[in-house]
């Protein structure tokens, strides 16, 4: 699977958006991007997850540049309770099943 | 609960001393995962069954780890002769589905020590 390198923290004050990039330069044509959050004290938490379109849901917005090297988070009005440890990770789909989470992005919203 | 359920919450083991690790998935969840993410570092993967069925057993980092899910439901995580080096958080997280693509839901981990 792909590496991902990310930033190790960023803040954001509350209430704006918080975009957090993610580098993916050797993904390949049938890798995923993966992105889950883990909030102190509790497992991680599935936010989104696109190969090549830019994906929306609920939680946030996944934004994959053109030639997938890399990709932005985006909560777009981040909240206190979005402070976490953001993970993002490239998986082959109908690899193996392990997750590679790496280190993330410690993410500090201020109030 | 509707969640992933582990217990306990906390251990304290003496070295040496075997333990084991309890997750009860999501009702119906037929993917079941267990990871290990020491202090300050994100979780890595340990094993996966389906059902009953333990398909990936490649994480495990020795013999004296082992896994089991025998009515394809409650998992056990157990690890004998625990070592200080063992400590950890331990995670399992479930699937509904077979599906690589399906979103995993984890339990908030059992944080063993080990003295």
């Known amino acids: 699977d792909a590496k991902t390198t990310q930033p190790p923290s960023m803040d954001c004050a509350e209430g704006r958006a918080a975009n957090l990039p993610c580098n993916h330069s050797?993904?390949?044509?049938?890798?995923?991007v993966y992105w889950y959050r883990q909030i102190h004290s509790q497992g991680p938490q599935y936010i989104i997850h696109?190969?090549?379109n830019n994906e929306t849901n609920e939680m946030a917005s996944l934004i994959i540049t053109e030639d997938r090297k890399s990709s932005t988070l985006i909560l777009p009005h981040a909240t206190l309770r979005d402070t976490a440890v953001y993970y993002c990770?490239?998986?082959?789909?109908?690899?193996?099943?392990?997750?590679?989470f790496g280190t993330g992005t410690r993410l500090t919203i201020i109030p | 609960g509707a969640g992933v359920s582990q217990s306990p919450r906390y251990k304290v083991a003496k070295r040496g001393q075997d333990v084991a690790l309890r997750c009860d998935p999501i009702?119906?969840?037929?993917?079941l995962f267990w990871y290990q993410q020491a202090l300050g570092q994100g979780p890595e993967f340990l094993t996966y069954?389906?059902?009953?069925?333990?398909?990936?057993k490649s994480g495990l980092p020795s013999d004296r780890f082992f896994a089991e899910r025998p009515e394809g439901s409650v998992s056990t995580l157990k690890i004998q002769r625990t070592q200080q080096e063992d400590s950890a958080v331990y995670l399992c997280?479930?699937?509904?589905?077979?599906?690589?693509?399906?979103?995993?839901?984890f339990g908030s981990g059992t944080q063993l020590s080990v003295l």
């Open positions: 997280a479930s699937r509904r589905g077979v599906q690589i693509n399906e979103k995993l839901f």
């Open positions: 050797t993904i390949s044509g049938n890798e995923y």
């Open positions: 696109g190969l090549k």
């Open positions: 990770i490239v998986r082959v789909a109908g690899g193996n099943e392990k997750l590679t």
């Open positions: 009702s119906g969840h037929v993917s």
């Open positions: 069954f389906q059902n009953e069925a333990q398909l990936d």
